[in-house]
């Protein structure tokens, strides 16, 4: 256990400089364009609240701005929204540990998110001031995050996983009744089809035309492993680690992951919520509150001893689930 931080190591210290082609744009256009996570008139509030700072003062929001001044922001942790703070550790060893994670709990600061996150609960908890994670899961996803607790065991950890080395389990329930087993061999790119900008596809390798970087290559190995009411059970071994590609594979597969609001049965419930205008027909089609992707199990070898180590997390959904 570490020392426990003191209260202002928890308050957000967000600065940006004004690029040179965002001179002349007022307070207000700035923030709205760059930072999406709030509206303009939620920005509006904000900047006439004094919470936002044109070369450490406040301005109103029609100042115009100069290129390289320095615009800061104090959020409040009350701006975020609700997230379910859970998590467990299940191994903890002198240069690492591994937690267990909620499914409605974001791994590190991003967007709007920064004191309801993992890495600040960690902290707050006193069990590590400066984690350092070596795999990160999506906020939506529970299950297991490897953590490391100095940067020589985060860069040799993180090695195994640039190298395939580390197995990777998920639990994974789909709509529909999956295959026994299905080897998906493809390429994960940005769907240009969709109104979500973060999106991406699945398109099969014996289907791609043009040629792309490995870097986009996508490989994942599915076993059934129970199927219930319209829904299957599947284990999902990737082979490579891309951007949502277990859920975007899936997708395309015809097989949408159960509660997914963006890769699930309709994609505009990701927006509604995005909004936080999801409606009783939306959460019935959903099933469940977050999607039901759980990173269930993790073996890699410890970095200074080259033991096997590996972890598990249970099934979070216990008998609601098949």
Same mark, same amino acid.
């Given at each position: 256990?570490?020392?426990?931080?003191?209260?202002?190591? @928890?308050?957000?210290?967000?600065?940006?400089?004004?690029?040179?082609?965002?001179?002349?744009?007022?307070?207000?256009?700035?923030?709205?364009?760059?930072? $999406?996570?709030?509206?303009?008139? /939620?920005?509006?509030?904000?900047?006439? /609240?004094?919470? %936002?700072?044109?070369?450490?003062?406040?301005?109103?929001?029609?100042?115009?701005?100069? /290129? !390289?001044? +320095? %615009?800061?922001?104090?959020?409040?942790?009350?701006?975020?929204?609700?997230?379910?703070?859970?998590?467990?550790?299940?191994?903890?060893?002198?240069?690492?540990?591994?937690?267990?994670? $909620?499914?409605?709990?974001?791994?590190?600061?991003?967007?709007?998110?920064?004191?309801?996150?993992?890495?600040?609960? &960690?902290?707050? $908890?006193?069990?590590?001031?400066?984690?350092?994670? %070596?795999?990160?899961?999506?906020? =939506?996803? $529970?299950?297991? %995050?490897?953590?490391?607790?100095?940067? =020589?065991?985060?860069?040799?950890? !993180?090695?195994?996983?640039?190298?395939? *080395?580390?197995?990777?389990?998920?639990?994974?329930?789909?709509?529909?009744?999956?295959?026994?087993?299905?080897?998906?061999?493809?390429?994960?790119?940005?769907?240009?089809?969709?109104?979500?900008?973060?999106?991406?596809?699945?398109?099969?390798?014996?289907?791609?035309?043009?040629? @792309?970087?490995?870097?986009?290559?996508?490989?994942?190995?599915? +076993?059934?492993?129970?199927?219930?009411?319209?829904?299957?059970?599947?284990?999902?071994?990737?082979?490579?680690?891309?951007?949502?590609?277990?859920?975007?594979?899936?997708?395309?597969? !015809?097989?949408?992951?159960?509660?997914?609001? &963006?890769?699930?049965?309709?994609? +505009?419930?990701?927006?509604?919520?995005?909004? !936080?205008?999801?409606?009783?027909?939306?959460?019935?089609?959903?099933? +469940?509150?977050?999607?039901?992707?759980?990173?269930? @199990?993790?073996?890699?070898?410890?970095?200074?001893?080259?033991?096997?180590? *590996?972890?598990?997390?249970?099934?979070?959904?216990?008998?609601?689930?098949?």
């Amino acid at each position: 256990m570490t020392e426990r931080l003191a209260e202002e190591d @928890y308050q957000r210290r967000a600065a940006v400089s004004v690029r040179p082609e965002e001179a002349g744009l007022t307070l207000l256009v700035l923030l709205s364009a760059r930072f $999406s996570y709030h509206d303009e008139a /939620a920005w509006r509030r904000l900047i006439e /609240a004094g919470r %936002v700072w044109v070369d450490d003062v406040p301005v109103p929001p029609d100042t115009e701005v100069k /290129a !390289g001044q +320095t %615009v800061r922001y104090f959020p409040l942790s009350s701006d975020e929204p609700h997230v379910d703070d859970r998590f467990e550790v299940v191994l903890d060893d002198p240069d690492f540990f591994a937690v267990n994670k $909620s499914g409605n709990l974001p791994c590190h600061p991003a967007g709007v998110y920064f004191a309801h996150t993992l890495w600040m609960a &960690l902290r707050r $908890s006193g069990i590590c001031a400066n984690p350092i994670f %070596v795999n990160r899961l999506d906020r =939506e996803t $529970s299950g297991l %995050v490897l953590i490391a607790k100095n940067p =020589e065991t985060a860069k040799a950890l !993180g090695l195994q996983f640039a190298r395939h *080395t580390v197995e990777k389990r998920y639990l994974v329930w789909v709509e529909g009744d999956f295959p026994q087993r299905v080897e998906a061999d493809g390429f994960i790119l940005q769907d240009p089809t969709s109104a979500v900008r973060k999106k991406r596809r699945f398109i099969p390798r014996a289907q791609m035309t043009d040629a @792309y970087p490995a870097s986009a290559r996508a490989v994942t190995r599915f +076993t059934l492993e129970a199927y219930r009411d319209g829904i299957s059970r599947v284990r999902a071994v990737p082979e490579t680690g891309r951007t949502h590609q277990i859920r975007a594979t899936l997708h395309a597969l !015809g097989f949408p992951v159960v509660g997914d609001k &963006l890769y699930g049965r309709d994609e +505009t419930c990701f927006l509604r919520q995005c909004e !936080g205008c999801l409606t009783d027909t939306d959460r019935a089609l959903l099933r +469940t509150e977050h999607q039901a992707l759980h990173a269930a @199990y993790l073996a890699f070898d410890h970095p200074r001893t080259g033991e096997r180590i *590996t972890v598990t997390a249970p099934n979070p959904f216990g008998d609601r689930l098949p």
